[in-house]
């Protein structure tokens, strides 16, 4: 598991909402998780479940540009990735 430098080990914790998005498909992916993100109190967590490597690369670069952090993300060997967001 990737961690940033700036999140303690308290940081992670059970998300707040999770979202499954592995069925979508760019730029549904981040559409979607935008959304769910904006239903989320400022500081709330997103664990967002996707597949491929478009959305793997857009979903992280653009919550990050929109001033969300990224807590983790990790790959799993099926192809599962789980990214855990943190609303600005």
Avoid: W, Y
């Avoid at 992280?60 to 967001?85: C, I």
């Amino acid at each position: 598991m990737k961690t940033s430098p700036q999140v303690e080990a308290s940081d992670i914790q059970t998300p707040d909402q999770t979202l499954d998005i592995t069925a979508e498909v760019c730029p549904m992916t981040f559409v979607k998780t935008r959304l769910a993100l904006d239903r989320l109190a400022s500081g709330q967590t997103l664990l967002v479940l996707l597949r491929g490597e478009e959305p793997r690369r857009n979903v992280p670069r653009t919550a990050t540009e929109q001033g969300h952090a990224v807590l983790t993300q990790e790959t799993d060997p099926a192809g599962l990735t789980r990214l855990l967001l943190r609303r600005k």
